[in-house]
């Protein structure tokens, strides 16, 4: 394969040639790049603003993750961050550090990534900015939204009662991790082994190229269903009914038996001697949606496909609480991915 | 002086240090800081967004640049994009990804440059994000601003005929560079001699600590004055020249004598023997505006003390002249610094 060297092209030449297959797409993206600036016409809306960082070594690794996936998942996590706010995402920039090691073809993978994102979801990218960087790559997107007027939902919304509802199914992109860091071992200590992914496809397209649900908010507006309180899942499910829990100011019952997870998702962690419900509480990365609802919504909500009710908001701020399939009451915590791996192994000894 | 690991804050605490004196000042920040995106009502205008990044070693030197000064500059130079589509800034989210080679006390001190930054221009921190990097420092600022109905200007709205204008001095950022190059040289052949900085202090702010013209925004739309085309001087006069041609599809003709400089600016530009035009053109960071008004707009323009009327554009898109103060006509170049040092070195041979 070619490689061109990033300053064989200079700064305005890479921006030209990452950029030049933008179209727009939205009426209020009135100028896109090329500019000081992009202007925005919001037509009487309300504009949602999210910014995220990935850095290579923290967030991604390269010797798993294909640069045009991570280009899409970039934007996409982004995405979700609007939705979560109840709005639908308008417009995105896309500012990219990166270092020598890196060809402009590498530049191309991951862009064609961050063009896909923007046709499937009919985002603009309107702005962004490349840099050098002294080591690895690292991406920002700033990602826009509109909302009408009084529908923008936040955290700290939800009341005494509320029901909790989850969209999706949970614990696949963690299980999709889990599967790629056991091939890159393998791969490490033998490096002619081939990865063995086969079957595994689903989850990990769930880790390396996640979706944000503009689909659920858009039913949610056909449905004139508005959240009380929303939240995406990036950290996990228990970490993100924690924040609920904080903005609102309210406690919590959770039912084990009612958490959503895919039935692949669940052999696999069986395979890997992980708990499955540990997994869809403390895994992170589905990018799925976590509201409340008033109890007058139930019937709207409680035969769709999309979404489960998973349990209800308590007036006592300081219960926390999981019920177990076994019907026992047991405090829930938010222990994030190493929890997982020392509960495991607490469980193994 | 005490310094304290990020890693014993943890990401959330860290944010919640770093932003906890955030207060909203604009009407049209519905909600800032704490949840999945900001809420900003635009009340009828446009919407205007821009981002940028700093990166350690390619942006910025921290063997020299406060950082402080380092946390104003990146909000600044971000809020001069906004400007130069002749609208006001009114938010910004700011993302960090720093190594552990910092500690909170720096990162405290950066943040008091951001929001030192958003209370001199009434701006408010609305988002963000923070990161570990594997190594260096880096900052990305997306900022907003409205602008109402058709007052957006773009770079390529100028006319042939059209009057250049620019505005307050230009060349100094880059000659306070050269005097921080020059004692940082100095320093590492002699670590216990001091910086020799004194006399300086107006250009060193320039570089480290540049100023958006917000106010001569204001004063443009007080006076009725629209430019037809603007862009604000980061890398250059003839640069930034350049690309206003370029996107108005026009050519240019300057007056070596209006180019407006301070006189230590000059001053120092001669003692470090550079030839102070050059250092104008080329200079860069300069952070000021440069636009295009209609001959009609000529009285407005004239005797306002912040801005000089430095040549008109031409119908000739290929004929771009710098009228020198000796009255010969010369093709005008943009070479960026590294050209300056090289045609220094070339008059010195």
Request: hydrophobic letters at 40%.
């Amino acid at each position: 394969m070619q490689r061109t060297e990033i300053e064989s092209l200079g700064e305005f030449g890479l921006i030209r040639r990452l950029t030049e297959q933008t179209v727009l797409r939205q009426p209020s993206s009135l100028l896109g790049i090329g500019d000081d600036a992009a202007v925005i016409n919001p037509e009487g809306k309300r504009v949602v603003v999210s910014t995220d960082m990935l850095c290579e070594g923290v967030h991604f690794d390269l010797s798993y993750a294909p640069l045009k996936h991570l280009g899409y998942k970039a934007v996409a996590v982004n995405l979700s961050d609007i939705c979560a706010m109840n709005a639908l995402p308008t417009q995105v920039t896309v500012s990219i550090a990166v270092s020598s090691r890196f060809s402009v073809e590498a530049l191309d993978e991951l862009y064609a990534g961050v063009h896909k994102a923007c046709a499937v979801y009919g985002v603009d990218l309107v702005g962004g900015d490349t840099s050098s960087s002294t080591s690895g790559l690292m991406i920002t997107v700033t990602a826009l939204g509109l909302v009408d007027g009084e529908q923008a939902v936040s955290r700290s919304g939800a009341k005494a009662g509320d029901l909790l509802v989850v969209t999706g199914e949970l614990g696949g992109a963690y299980m999709g991790l889990q599967v790629l860091e056991r091939e890159k071992v393998v791969f490490q200590s033998a490096p002619t082994a081939q990865p063995d992914l086969s079957g595994h496809e689903g989850i990990l397209e769930r880790q390396l190229k996640p979706e944000a649900r503009t689909d659920v908010i858009r039913e949610l507006a056909d449905l004139e269903l508005k959240p009380t309180s929303m939240i995406d899942i990036s950290d996990g499910l228990a970490s993100e009914v924690f924040h609920l829990c904080a903005s609102s100011g309210l406690g919590v019952k959770l039912y084990e038996d009612k958490l959503p997870i895919d039935p692949h998702t669940y052999k696999t962690a069986r395979d890997f001697n992980l708990d499955p419900t540990l997994c869809m509480l403390s895994g992170g990365e589905d990018y799925e949606l976590l509201f409340t609802i008033s109890q007058d919504d139930y019937e709207k909500a409680r035969n769709h496909p999309k979404l489960s009710v998973i349990g209800h908001m308590l007036e006592d701020k300081d219960e926390k609480t999981l019920i177990t399939k076994n019907g026992l009451e047991t405090p829930l915590k938010a222990q994030g991915w190493d929890g997982i791996q020392q509960s495991n192994k607490a469980e193994e000894s």
